[in-house]
């Protein structure tokens, strides 16, 4: 174990590679900071292609995500937003889920191999986000629509009526559920974090839609879990020595401005644009990993497509990536900006009144 | 300072003019600019109406004019009572002394203010200085005046001050805005040491790696480490943003209450007799 580490390649640090790293942890730790999740799809790429090492770029990106949630988790508790029981209970079911995660990879690993993995992997992307993420998307315009007023689901509003012990108050979602139906939600988050590294894409509708939390408390408490996951993780990946401490604080150095930044735009916004913003970049993650599946269907000689085409595609499929989380992050700042504009302009027509 | 209640329709002469060059007089050279009408019915006026009144005059550009009235000892034919006269004079002399700490706070603020004194019912009071004063807009009343005790018809529009909670918010104003220049040092302060911090690691960086990567019990030297910056950097870019005036907005969600169970009676034996 202990001379893992020393077979690893460390890449050397040019001025780009550091400003690449810095913006992306700002983007990713804005995004995460208002949703709960995300950054890590498109970090772990975008270290892999400055030439790091996939296992370097997962542990290093973990080592970020443990102590970026934790000051997230922090700020958002303080505004009376996270759900630290609800987050402890997913944790530890997500741990389980995670577990079965990665033998599930394994297995699919020894019997494919690597173009049959990555072709899971994609897949298993594509059909969630589209799935998962569409709903999302479709529930945020349904409550834009009827004047941002957020309702609890059908299925959250049944399953909590089904007394089955033993039951479990989460006081500041203000959900009494049996614990039976969050384990699978939590359980869901860690199989998705062991597949796609994105575990809040199934956490934070899971804690909406199925256990009835608000989006406010769902992505705030997804930080808790994502805190838990990623601190055991970072052990894991430490223990080995991949973690490359250089490329972890650069990535947290402007993360934590950045996840910062989103807690507080969670504060100016409609409880509904948690939903806008998370289905929006789910919807587009879609687009890019499905770009990315021809490839693994050619080299799994499932079907034809020139390496020209693939080479296009992978591109595109990162350049999608980027947007997705542009984009996630301009709509949160769009929203900060135009929240706090009104703001003002209240405040002011206030004082004119008297 | 002189009593007022005496001396209707002398116009600018009501008011007081002698607080003894603690900026409190207004220069009457200077053109007539609207003002704001601050009402107590105590010889000192509480920190949230003079706080709030302070904050509207800056962002109008009004002055402020305020009146302690007691209307106790503006009893009808007590007048000339030497006891009446007394307790008039001690009440003056008290509502000048502590008008003056917050005058000179005003005037370094750039308001003009001006105090005056008045022995009559609010109502009564306020349409006199109305009459004697020119270009009062509106009137904030003080904490202890009840809507019902302002009755009679006043030309103004009259504001009051809801007790407690109009005095947090305009302190924390005024504090906020004292504690800036210790917000700005702790931010440069945390500012520094996370760049001392990121330069120990970068400029050691062939060290910290061979350690680092090492694995075993050497597993805990990137989670210290990580977690060190996260608190440095981390309070560094909140206080950085804070700075910057990018902070949560009031509307958070509350946090819920805890459900307390319900108290239950605890069933007791009870004797009865039957005699």
């Not at chain 2, 000179?104 to 009559?120: P, Y």
């Not at chain 2, 305009?170 to 917000?183: C, F, I, P, V």
Request: glycine share 12%; proline share 3%; hydrophobic share 45%.
């Amino acid at each position: 174990m202990h001379d893992v580490g020393t077979s690893v390649q460390f890449i050397d640090l040019t001025l780009m590679s550091i400003l690449f790293l810095f913006v992306v942890g700002f983007i990713g730790g804005l995004v995460s900071g208002f949703i709960g999740s995300g950054g890590a799809f498109v970090l772990t790429p975008g270290m892999m292609s400055l030439g790091v090492p996939g296992t370097v770029a997962v542990a290093s990106n973990m080592c970020h995500k443990f102590p970026k949630a934790m000051v997230g988790a922090y700020k958002r508790w303080k505004y009376g937003q996270v759900d630290l029981k609800l987050g402890l209970v997913m944790a530890a079911s997500a741990g389980v889920g995670v577990w079965i995660g990665i033998q599930l990879q394994e297995w699919v690993l020894a019997k494919w191999g690597q173009a049959g993995s990555n072709l899971y992997v994609s897949l298993s992307f594509v059909i969630i986000l589209v799935v998962v993420g569409g709903y999302v998307f479709f529930d945020a315009w349904k409550t834009s629509r009827s004047g941002g007023e957020e309702k609890v689901s059908p299925l959250a509003t049944w399953l909590q009526s089904i007394n089955l012990p033993p039951m479990i108050y989460f006081k500041t979602a203000n959900v009494r559920i049996s614990v039976w139906f969050t384990i699978p939600v939590g359980f869901a988050t860690g199989m998705l974090a062991a597949t796609i590294a994105v575990g809040g894409f199934i956490g934070v509708p899971g804690m909406i839609y199925v256990v009835g939390a608000g989006g406010l408390v769902s992505s705030a408490t997804e930080l808790v879990v994502a805190f838990v996951m990623g601190f055991f993780g970072t052990i894991k990946w430490a223990m080995h020595g991949q973690v490359d401490i250089r490329l972890t604080l650069l990535i947290l150095a402007g993360s934590l401005f950045g996840v910062q930044l989103g807690a507080i735009g969670t504060t100016y916004v409609k409880e509904h644009m948690i939903k806008v913003v998370m289905g929006s970049i789910m919807l587009i993650v879609a687009v890019s990993r499905g770009l990315a599946v021809p490839r693994y269907l050619t080299e799994l000689k499932l079907i034809s497509v020139g390496e020209t085409t693939l080479s296009i595609m992978g591109t595109a499929s990162f350049i999608i990536m980027c947007f997705a989380l542009s984009f996630g992050a301009l709509i949160i700042l769009g929203a900060m900006w135009k929240a706090k504009r009104a703001e003002t302009a209240a405040k002011k027509a206030g004082f004119a009144s008297i | 300072m002189k009593n007022f209640s005496d001396q209707k329709g002398k116009g600018r002469k009501a008011v007081d003019e002698s607080s003894g060059g603690s900026g409190t007089t207004s220069n009457h050279s200077q053109e007539v600019k609207r003002k704001i009408l601050v009402v107590g019915k105590d010889y000192a006026f509480s920190n949230g109406v003079v706080d709030y009144a302070a904050n509207l005059s800056q962002r109008l550009g009004y002055d402020i004019i305020a009146m302690s009235v007691n209307p106790a000892l503006g009893t009808s034919g007590k007048f000339f009572s030497p006891y009446n006269q007394h307790l008039r004079g001690k009440f003056t002399q008290r509502a000048q002394e502590a008008w003056v700490p917050v005058a000179t706070e005003l005037a370094s603020q750039g308001i003009r203010s001006e105090h005056v004194v008045k022995f009559e019912g609010l109502a009564g009071a306020i349409k006199d200085l109305n009459h004697e004063v020119k270009r009062i807009d509106f009137v904030i009343t003080d904490q202890g005046i009840k809507d019902q005790e302002i009755t009679g018809e006043i030309p103004l529009p009259v504001f009051s001050i809801s007790g407690y909670q109009g005095e947090k918010g305009m302190a924390q104003e005024h504090h906020e805005t004292a504690n800036r220049g210790k917000l700005i040092t702790r931010t440069i302060g945390l500012g520094v040491a996370s760049v001392a911090l990121y330069a120990a690691v970068f400029t050691n960086s062939g060290t910290v790696m061979k350690y680092f990567t090492k694995g075993g019990i050497f597993t805990a030297l990137p989670i210290i480490t990580v977690l060190a910056f996260s608190f440095v950097h981390g309070a560094f870019a909140s206080n950085l943003w804070s700075v910057l005036g990018i902070e949560a907005t009031k509307k958070v969600q509350p946090r819920v209450a805890p459900k307390r169970p319900a108290q239950r009676k605890r069933p007791r034996p009870q004797l009865h007799l039957n005699a």
